[in-house]
C-alpha cells in the first residue's frame, strides 16, 4: 500500500485527498519491469543455478533513486565485472547444438568445438559458447579423460597404448592425456592382471587352430588392445597352455 505523507497547500479537488499526497512505500525489490526481471532470473538460474537465482531474489537491492539500476547477486561472479554482452541468434543457436551433443554423450572441448565449427557458426560464437560450458563445469577435458581411462580399463580392457590412441581421437589434447595417464598410472601387478584376463577370455575362441596359428592370432589382438613387450608373450603362452591349445 502506499504511505500518505502530509504536504501543506494541497488543493482540494486536485485528485488528491485534501493535504496529503500519496507516494508509493520504497519496495525492496529492483524496479526492472516485471518481464525483464523474470528473464534475468530465469538467464541466472540457466547460468549458475537455482541457488544462484534465489540469492539473486533475495539480494536485489531496492533502488535508492529513480536512476539507480537494479544489480543482481550472482555467486562467485565480480560486482564490477562488465555485464554480458546480449545473445544472438548465432549464439543461442551454438548452445543448443552444444548442449543437445552433451545430453546424448560425454564429450571433450575438441569433439564439442568440431561440432560447432562444422554448424557454420562464427567462431565468437563457438569460443564464446566454449567458455561458458568451461566456467559451467560442463566441459572438463581432463575430467572427461579421466572418466574415459576408467571405462577403457574396466569394459574393454585396454592397455595404456591404445588409450592413448583413443584419446587422441576423441580430441583430447597431448598434454592432458600425458598428465591424466600419469595420475591414473596402474601398478604393474594391476596391468598384468588385466592383460591375462583379456588374453585368457580370448585364447578360449581360438581352440580349433593350431598352435602357432592361434599364437599369431591372439598375439596380434592384444597389440591392438595395447599390450606390448615381454608381459604379452608371457600372458599369450599362459593363455593358450590353458585353453589346451599345443
Known amino acids: 500500500m502506499g504511505e500518505l505523507l502530509q504536504f501543506p497547500g494541497n488543493r482540494a479537488g486536485s485528485g488528491q485527498q485534501e493535504g496529503v499526497e500519496q507516494r508509493s512505500a520504497p519496495s525492496g525489490r529492483s524496479r526492472l519491469p516485471r518481464p525483464v526481471r523474470e528473464q534475468t532470473l530465469a538467464d541466472i538460474e540457466r547460468i549458475a543455478g537455482p541457488e544462484a537465482r534465489r540469492r539473486a531474489e533475495d539480494g536485489a537491492p531496492g533502488a535508492a533513486d529513480a536512476e539507480d539500476e537494479a544489480q543482481w547477486a550472482v555467486p562467485g561472479v565480480d560486482a564490477d565485472a562488465p555485464a554480458p554482452l546480449p545473445r544472438t541468434r548465432t549464439s543461442r543457436r551454438a548452445e543448443n547444438v552444444a548442449i543437445a551433443a552433451l545430453t546424448r554423450h560425454d564429450a571433450s572441448e575438441g569433439e564439442i568445438r568440431a561440432k560447432l565449427v562444422a554448424k557454420g557458426l562464427p567462431p565468437e560464437d563457438v569460443e564464446g559458447e566454449l567458455e561458458r560450458l568451461r566456467q559451467s563445469g560442463l566441459l572438463d577435458d581432463a575430467a572427461f579423460a579421466a572418466r574415459l581411462v576408467d571405462r577403457l580399463r574396466e569394459r574393454k580392457g585396454l592397455g595404456d597404448q591404445a588409450i592413448r590412441s583413443t584419446l587422441r581421437g576423441r580430441l583430447v589434447p ?68 590353458g585353453a589346451g591349445i599345443r
Not at 592361434?214 to 595395447?226: D, Q, V
Open 174 to 241: 597431448q598434454d592432458v592425456i600425458d598428465a591424466v595417464l600419469v595420475e591414473q598410472a596402474e601398478d604393474e601387478e594391476t596391468a598384468e592382471a588385466r592383460l591375462q584376463e583379456v588374453a585368457d577370455e580370448r585364447a578360449r575362441r581360438l581352440g580349433s587352430l593350431a598352435f602357432d596359428v592361434a599364437e599369431r592370432r591372439l598375439a596380434a589382438y592384444l597389440m591392438r588392445k595395447g599390450y606390448s613387450g615381454s608381459s604379452l608373450r608371457t600372458a599369450v603362452r599362459s593363455a593358450l597352455e
